[in-house]
């Protein structure tokens, strides 16, 4: 690394203005939501007998993978945002980075993963058992996490290798890879293929991959008689379809847009799309509208009451 990285100067980020009390409030909420739902949702399943089958498995390892995602970013641009100190030390900034990309990279596999589950469960229901089964999915959970932490441990590591000028200046809330390559004044040729590439293998593939499952799964469903039936399944697909979409389209622009200008400004929404919005819909989405996990909370809640 370059003697300008040796001194390991902190980081400014300058997505923040001072004294933004709504923002500070808005993002307090956001936050205690999502570790509050995505905790219960989490317990809930690992409690209730009859929720122990590999969709429930699935929701309880994107709603651990949830709490960490958020956990990452938020907690750090509240204490930024309510201090008004916009500053970033060099080893956390890449810290926040790693972990940053490596939940995200996982949470993209896994939601692949759910979505190849369903098509299983309605496309193909007498070889779901089979094809579902325990090791086959706890293995994938596994490639998801295993795949995370190589496409962060890349990532990070060429960007390691950049010089940083100047006062720093980081164009964003966070540490991700877009800005960080904008504010290094040495050539980033080499991490910008890194990133496009692999943004087809964990962005663009598995999102090709969830379309593909749901168009099966939506000309199944098609063929089913009962209108009610149809009107039911086709509710929770188109649910999971916005999620599912909002989270990989603004991951995939968040990751190649150009890294100049005033895209930069539309890399920050997009980051808080996928980095926050998603985290926080996700329990809302995929588990408090369904009447298994209803039914299981209001066991729980029974249960709570009596002791």
Same mark, same amino acid.
């Given at each position: 690394?370059?003697s ?7 980081f400014?980020?300058?997505?923040f ?6 923002c500070?409030m ?6 205690i939501t ?15 007998s ?9 929701l309880? /390892? ?5 709490? *960490?995602?958020? @956990?990452?970013? #938020?907690p $750090? ?5 309510? %201090? ?41 229901p007498?070889?779901?058992p ?5 090791t086959? /999915? ?5 490639? *998801?996490c295993? @795949?995370?932490? #190589?496409? $962060?441990t890349?990532?990070?590591?060429? %960007?390691?290798q ?6 720093y200046?980081i164009?964003?809330?966070f ?10 004044c ?19 593939a ?22 009610e ?26 990751y190649?847009?150009?890294s ?6 539309i ?10 919005l ?13 009447q ?15 002791v």
């Amino acid at each position: 690394m370059e003697s300008e990285n040796k001194t390991l100067k902190d980081f400014i980020l300058l997505g923040f203005l001072k004294g933004q009390v709504v923002c500070t409030m808005l993002m307090a909420t956001t936050y205690i939501t999502i570790i509050i739902s995505n905790c219960a949702v989490f317990s809930i399943i690992k409690m209730d007998s009859h929720l122990q089958t590999p969709m429930y498995f699935f929701l309880s /390892c994107l709603s651990l993978l949830d709490i *960490c995602y958020s @956990s990452v970013t #938020l907690p $750090a641009m509240l204490v930024n945002a309510i %201090t008004g100190n916009r500053r970033i030390s060099f080893h956390r900034c890449f810290t926040q980075l790693y972990f940053f990309v490596c939940f995200g990279g996982s949470e993209c596999l896994l939601l692949a993963a759910m979505a190849y589950d369903r098509y299983v469960a309605i496309c193909h229901p007498l070889h779901y058992p089979i094809i579902m089964n325990k090791t086959f /999915c706890s293995g994938f959970v596994a490639g *998801c996490c295993v @795949s995370g932490l #190589l496409n $962060a441990t890349f990532h990070t590591s060429m %960007t390691l290798q950049l010089t940083f000028c100047g006062d720093y200046h980081i164009n964003h809330f966070f540490c991700d890879v877009l800005p960080m390559l904008e504010a290094a004044c040495s050539n980033t040729q080499s991490s910008q293929v890194l990133l496009h590439v692999v943004t087809v293998f964990l962005g663009m593939a598995p999102f090709l991959l969830v379309m593909n499952s749901y168009i099966h799964i939506i000309s199944t469903i098609l063929k089913i008689q009962s209108s009610e039936g149809r009107q039911k399944v086709f509710s929770t697909c188109s649910s999971h379809l916005i999620v599912v979409t909002v989270f990989y389209i603004t991951g995939i622009f968040n990751y190649n847009s150009p890294s100049s200008g005033d895209s930069l400004i539309i890399v920050q929404v997009s980051s808080i799309l996928y980095g926050i919005l998603c985290p926080l819909l996700n329990p809302m989405i995929y588990c408090l509208r369904n009447q298994d996990v209803k039914k299981a909370l209001k066991k729980a809640v029974i249960r709570t009451r009596t002791v």
